[in-house]
């Protein structure tokens, strides 16, 4: 039911930036639980960011104090701001919603920071 549309991957050098947007469907955003998880090569896929809906954000120690994670209920759209990017950052990057007792994930987009 829900799809989940992510945009904004692409390469970038270390210390620069990118920003993710995920564009969700349906009727529930504003009562979800929104994330953004990667996956790098060889490696599980781990919690970036997340965002509930009254607008608490959490951070993997990792990203914090150079992503930031948030919501515009009005567009069902989700952001990750990424700045200082590094090459540890770079992997695929998945859009992440729960809400009503289901999880759906987005189709990933891919972020590859060179060095």
């Known amino acids: 039911q829900v799809q989940l549309m992510e945009s904004g991957g692409g390469l970038v050098q270390a210390g620069g930036s990118l920003r993710l947007s995920c564009v969700a469907s349906g009727s529930f955003f504003s009562m979800s639980i929104m994330a953004w998880y990667r996956q790098a090569p060889g490696k599980q896929r781990e919690l970036v960011a997340q965002?509930?809906?009254?607008?608490?954000?959490n951070y993997a120690d990792s990203v914090k104090g150079r992503f930031t994670i948030s919501r515009d209920n009005a567009k069902n759209t989700v952001h990750l701001q990424m700045d200082s990017l590094k090459p540890d950052d770079t992997g695929v990057y998945y859009c992440y919603q729960r809400v009503i007792g289901n999880a759906y994930w987005g189709q990933g987009t891919q972020v590859t920071v060179s060095s």
């Open positions: 965002i509930i809906s009254g607008g608490n954000t």
